[in-house]
């Protein structure tokens, strides 16, 4: 049994970010990109990038960027489908703006549990695809009734 990772809020961030920019849009991930998205110095970007990094989430090169490894691109996609499935609930249950379902998904994402977003899952019958039609990925915890 593989131990949890423990990730802040912001390296969930880096670590989404990098994994949209990287695999869902073919594009590199530089430090000097992250420190321009979320508006922080380039030595800021950098040390959260090498963070990443320690716990094994990120291969980082200096001068080259970060590239997620299998884990990091593994704790990407459980941290995507909390934040997809939550623009789901808002959408369809509050009837919430797809982009500003997105923005307050981004708010709280990091704090909802496993339990709670597959609870939301089975609710809307297991969506495939978030309302921006991006990928939910399943969790092996969260299955359809066949």
Do not use: W
Not at 35 to 62: G, M, W
Not at 93 to 103: F, H, N, T
Not at 131 to 137: A, H, L, V
Request: with cysteine.
């Amino acid at each position: 049994m593989s131990a949890k990772i423990s990730l802040t809020p912001k390296e969930g961030k880096y670590l989404t970010f990098m994994y949209r920019r990287h695999v869902e849009e073919d594009e590199r991930a530089t430090t000097t990109i992250l420190a321009k998205s979320f508006k922080v110095n380039p030595a800021t970007a950098t040390e959260t990038v090498q963070k990443l990094a320690e716990k094994k989430l990120v291969e980082y090169t200096r001068y080259y960027g970060a590239k997620l490894t299998e884990k990091g691109i593994c704790e990407a996609k459980k941290l995507l489908r909390k934040h997809r499935i939550l623009e789901v609930l808002f959408v369809k249950l509050l009837r919430y703006d797809a982009e500003k379902a997105c923005e307050e998904a981004s708010k709280i994402d990091h704090y909802c549990s496993a339990d709670l977003i597959n609870a939301i899952c089975r609710t809307y019958g297991h969506p495939d695809t978030c309302p921006c039609n991006k990928e939910i990925f399943s969790d092996s915890k969260c299955r359809r009734q066949e």
